[in-house]
């Protein structure tokens, strides 16, 4: 759809959190059947390797929690959004739980106003059975151990998958480590640029320019451990978005006036909706 509404041969995908190791398991299955519409990728606070750090979240991630949480799932259907957001909250409970109870609940003070109080709170639920295969991957760890899952019968191997990839990670990340995201960005066969930025989850994918305090790495090539890149890696003041942009761009073609956004769309008598103009940077 993308590609017909753009004019595209190829695009540029992005990833964020989940939805990046679903996008790689895709690019995989595409690399398999000679498919290359995938000009480059993007990761966002993407870990892919579940075993590079121990964390309070796969500390308890177990085969009998995910039997568990799959049968209670099965039930509804569903995963709620706010049960998940309240599984993220006591990963770190001193922060995102018993400091709002004391300032709100004892002393009676209002919720300071917080842009990423409002991001966190925008949840949406997600299938259970998805949700039930997101945790069995935890278990086997499929995207650095090649073969381990098969994703519309094609094995899954970031090997396979040769285009660019941008991936980026935050230093103080307790749901993606940045060191899952970079085991998992040295698994894939194309030429891989690694940024690490100084701040959480959130605050990584959320890091508009003017920002003071914000900062990030970049390094020429990844190396074999983490440790031996991050000693080799530049420091840069301000967001990896302006970095990103101009990364992206270079992998994209001339800014081109598209006719249309959305689908095709007619009316009951078969008149076509009208649809207003955008601009957009096509992929080469």
């Known amino acids: ?38 000009n480059s990728l993007t990761l966002v606070v993407s870990s892919l390797d579940w075993e590079a750090e121990q964390t309070n979240l796969t500390m ?15 039930s509804t259907g569903v995963f709620e959004g706010k049960e998940m957001g ?62 381990r899952m098969t994703v519309l ?7 396979a998958v040769k285009c660019d990839v941008y991936s980026v990670s935050g230093t103080t990340d ?29 605050q990584s994918i959320i890091n508009p320019p003017g920002n003071p305090k914000a900062k990030y790495f970049t390094g020429d090539k990844l190396l074999e451990t983490l440790e031996t890149w991050l000693e080799s890696a530049k420091e840069h003041s301000g967001t990896w978005w302006d970095h990103w942009a101009q990364w992206l761009q270079s992998r994209s073609g001339e800014q081109k006036a598209t006719p249309s956004v959305g689908v095709e769309r007619t009316d009951a008598r078969g008149r076509s909706t009208p649809r207003p103009a955008m601009w957009c940077r096509l992929a080469r």
């Not at 995102?96 to 990423?116: C, E, K, R, T």
């Not at 019968?153 to 090997?159: A, E, F, H, K, R």
């Not at 480590?177 to 959480?200: I, M, N, R, T």
């Open 153 to 159: 019968g094609s094995p899954v191997d970031l090997g």
């Open 86 to 147: 309240r599984v993220f909250a006591w990963l770190r409970p001193n922060d995102l739980v018993w400091s709002y109870w004391v300032n709100n609940y004892l002393l009676g003070n209002p919720p300071p106003a917080f842009d990423i109080l409002y991001w966190n709170n925008d949840n949406t639920r997600l299938p259970a059975k998805f949700h039930g295969q997101i945790l069995e991957s935890a278990l086997s760890n499929p995207f650095v151990n090649p073969g």
């Open 174 to 202: 307790h749901i993606a480590p940045w060191k899952g995201c970079y085991h998992g960005a040295q698994g894939f066969g194309g030429d891989v640029e690694f940024v690490l930025c100084g701040s959480g989850h959130i």
């Open 1 to 38: 759809m993308v590609r017909s509404i753009s004019r595209s041969e190829d695009i540029n995908l992005t990833g964020i959190c989940v939805g990046g190791l679903t996008t790689a398991a895709l690019l995989s299955h595409l690399s398999e059947k000679g498919d290359t519409r995938a």
């Open 60 to 74: 308890f991630i177990s085969p009998q929690m995910v039997d568990m949480v799959k049968r209670k799932n099965t």
